[in-house]
């Protein structure tokens, strides 16, 4: 009788599968996100919902990208979280180093740039996991394809004659000398005192930026016509026009720097869009996200307090107060956040939190993963699942509660970081030490509506942005 009971609720419930293709990655009620398993792969032909009122984002790796180029050599992800830890590194060494430098005034500033020692740590290093906008530059108007960074304030594309180097890039490098609107920046000019690092070439202001992974740019600090999109022109637009550069960049152009500092895009822009920029970051290179600058944010977005950290001025701090796992939440002391502090950046791939809170929160989640068998750890991910003999899956739901009573509930792609299907993690690592700094990594902002607004000080999230 019981088996026949169980026979019959299967084939219902198979029914419902059967009859609501949209179950895939729906939060279905009791607390987990049921999943069709070959969902988790990433398509190979870019799925473009973009609708042109804003930038196009996409992953720099996949069909989305205009650099991608298809290649026989399958992704490692080996590689890709061994650069995120170096990328998380250098994020905590600067936050050390800066420290430290607080009690000295950086004597690099307004020294000649052949003479100039940069700071060790001015930026951090790139892993290959990264997001690219596209915009334009100069008169007339030349397309670059970006590297988008939260974590960086100046804006820098590579230049030409490149009499230094460059690296080799997709698109044409760009020509100051063919820019109607190009001028170069005085070094007595404000604009280039608010640089961290500044030299003088006879009197043209010079920048230079250099990354963790001893990446690095330099060469003059320029102004020209930034082009976002048709409506979207900022004249006057301070960027670095690289003469020197060196890194793992891959084939993009530069970098937008959209972090919290007088230099950063969003800054030099508060007079147009009020110091409010938005995107959603696309769960698979196979889609499409979206970067906007200032208008209306979507309704269902809630907002939580920016916090400042003057030893880290460029990036944006959030209070993270909680964690829920399959709707209950974590018993985790609050000072366990509150004494490492959590940033949101959108070059770290994987989430860091304090030891304490991932123990936590992968104790839970394993307890509710049990009837799957487990595969080896992926790099920095210990918690892995084989999932490839299984065509629908259910994965515990995983929510972050921010300060003013925010919970962000994460997208199942969110949750989880797909090697292969004999191998899926959960994404999110644990700290080596209490008091390194916990991150908001892009794996779990994923499909999320972001928005910052630097005036009023407060970030807000939202559900299904992309
Ligand atoms: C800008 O400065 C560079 C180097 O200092 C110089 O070679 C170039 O001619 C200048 N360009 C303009 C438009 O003044
Ligand atoms: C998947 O199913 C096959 C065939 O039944 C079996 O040999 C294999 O051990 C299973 N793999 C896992 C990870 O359960």
Request: positive net charge.
């Given at each position: 009788m019981a088996s026949l009971f169980y026979s019959f609720a299967f084939i219902f419930l198979s029914s419902i599968f059967i009859h609501q293709p949209y179950v895939t990655g729906e939060n279905s009620g009791d607390h987990r996100h049921i999943i069709k398993v070959h969902s988790l792969l990433p398509g190979t032909s870019c799925k473009d919902s973009h609708n042109g009122n804003s930038l196009k984002l996409v992953h720099r790796q996949g069909p989305c990208s205009p650099l991608f180029k298809h290649s026989k050599k399958p992704i490692n992800h080996n590689q890709i979280l061994a650069q995120d830890q170096s990328h998380v590194d250098s994020i905590r060494h600067r936050h050390r180093s800066s420290i430290s430098t607080t009690i000295e005034p950086n004597k690099a500033r307004r020294a000649p740039v052949a003479a100039t020692k940069i700071p060790a740590h001015t930026g951090t290093s790139f892993s290959t996991s990264n997001y690219i906008v596209t915009v334009g530059l100069g008169t007339p108007k030349h397309s670059l394809t970006l590297v988008f960074d939260t974590g960086s304030d100046v804006?820098?594309?590579?230049?030409?004659?490149?009499?230094?180097?460059?690296?080799?890039?997709?698109?044409?490098?760009?020509?100051?000398?063919?820019?109607?609107?190009?001028?170069?920046?005085?070094?007595?000019?404000?604009?280039?005192?608010?640089?961290?690092?500044?030299?003088?070439?006879?009197?043209?202001?010079?920048?230079?930026?250099?990354?963790?992974?001893?990446?690095?740019t330099m060469g003059s600090f320029s102004k020209d016509t930034l082009t976002l999109s048709n409506s979207d022109v900022l004249p006057g637009f301070y960027f670095g026009c690289g003469d020197n550069n060196k890194g793992l960049f891959g084939k993009a152009a530069g970098l937008l720097g959209l972090g919290r500092g007088p230099t950063s895009l969003v800054s030099q822009s508060t007079a147009k869009y009020g110091g409010v920029f938005s995107y959603c970051l696309p769960s698979t290179s196979a889609s499409t996200g979206y970067l906007n600058f200032g208008g209306a944010a979507p309704a269902n977005v809630k907002y939580t307090p920016m916090i400042t950290d003057s030893s880290m001025a460029t990036?944006?701090?959030?209070?993270?107060?909680?964690?829920?796992?399959?709707?209950?939440?974590?018993?985790?002391?609050?000072?366990?956040?509150?004494?490492?502090?959590?940033?949101?950046?959108?070059?770290?791939?994987?989430?860091?939190?304090?030891?304490?809170?991932?123990?936590?929160?992968?104790?839970?989640?394993?307890?509710?993963?049990?009837?799957?068998?487990?595969?080896?750890?992926?790099?920095?991910?210990?918690?892995?699942?084989?999932?490839?003999?299984?065509?629908?899956?259910?994965?515990?739901?995983v929510a972050l509660e921010f300060g003013g009573g925010v919970v962000v509930d994460l997208d199942f792609s969110g949750i989880l970081y797909v090697s292969s299907l004999s191998q899926v993690c959960l994404a999110f690592a644990g700290n080596g030490d209490a008091g390194d700094v916990g991150i908001f990594g892009n794996v779990q902002q994923h499909k999320l509506s972001v928005v910052y607004n630097i005036a009023n000080k407060v970030v807000g999230f939202g559900k299904g942005g992309c």
């Amino acid at each position: 009788m019981a088996s026949l009971f169980y026979s019959f609720a299967f084939i219902f419930l198979s029914s419902i599968f059967i009859h609501q293709p949209y179950v895939t990655g729906e939060n279905s009620g009791d607390h987990r996100h049921i999943i069709k398993v070959h969902s988790l792969l990433p398509g190979t032909s870019c799925k473009d919902s973009h609708n042109g009122n804003s930038l196009k984002l996409v992953h720099r790796q996949g069909p989305c990208s205009p650099l991608f180029k298809h290649s026989k050599k399958p992704i490692n992800h080996n590689q890709i979280l061994a650069q995120d830890q170096s990328h998380v590194d250098s994020i905590r060494h600067r936050h050390r180093s800066s420290i430290s430098t607080t009690i000295e005034p950086n004597k690099a500033r307004r020294a000649p740039v052949a003479a100039t020692k940069i700071p060790a740590h001015t930026g951090t290093s790139f892993s290959t996991s990264n997001y690219i906008v596209t915009v334009g530059l100069g008169t007339p108007k030349h397309s670059l394809t970006l590297v988008f960074d939260t974590g960086s304030d100046v804006t820098w594309v590579q230049c030409k004659p490149c009499s230094s180097s460059c690296y080799s890039q997709q698109e044409p490098v760009f020509e100051p000398t063919k820019s109607s609107t190009y001028s170069n920046v005085s070094c007595s000019a404000p604009a280039c005192e608010q640089l961290d690092t500044s030299g003088c070439s006879g009197t043209t202001c010079q920048y230079a930026v250099q990354y963790g992974d001893n990446s690095y740019t330099m060469g003059s600090f320029s102004k020209d016509t930034l082009t976002l999109s048709n409506s979207d022109v900022l004249p006057g637009f301070y960027f670095g026009c690289g003469d020197n550069n060196k890194g793992l960049f891959g084939k993009a152009a530069g970098l937008l720097g959209l972090g919290r500092g007088p230099t950063s895009l969003v800054s030099q822009s508060t007079a147009k869009y009020g110091g409010v920029f938005s995107y959603c970051l696309p769960s698979t290179s196979a889609s499409t996200g979206y970067l906007n600058f200032g208008g209306a944010a979507p309704a269902n977005v809630k907002y939580t307090p920016m916090i400042t950290d003057s030893s880290m001025a460029t990036f944006y701090f959030l209070k993270l107060v909680s964690i829920s796992v399959g709707g209950t939440k974590l018993s985790i002391s609050p000072t366990v956040f509150s004494d490492a502090g959590t940033l949101i950046d959108s070059g770290t791939v994987i989430s860091r939190l304090p030891p304490a809170a991932y123990s936590s929160l992968r104790q839970a989640f394993r307890q509710k993963m049990t009837k799957y068998p487990t595969a080896p750890a992926l790099s920095i991910l210990d918690t892995c699942y084989d999932l490839s003999n299984y065509s629908t899956v259910g994965i515990p739901t995983v929510a972050l509660e921010f300060g003013g009573g925010v919970v962000v509930d994460l997208d199942f792609s969110g949750i989880l970081y797909v090697s292969s299907l004999s191998q899926v993690c959960l994404a999110f690592a644990g700290n080596g030490d209490a008091g390194d700094v916990g991150i908001f990594g892009n794996v779990q902002q994923h499909k999320l509506s972001v928005v910052y607004n630097i005036a009023n000080k407060v970030v807000g999230f939202g559900k299904g942005g992309c």
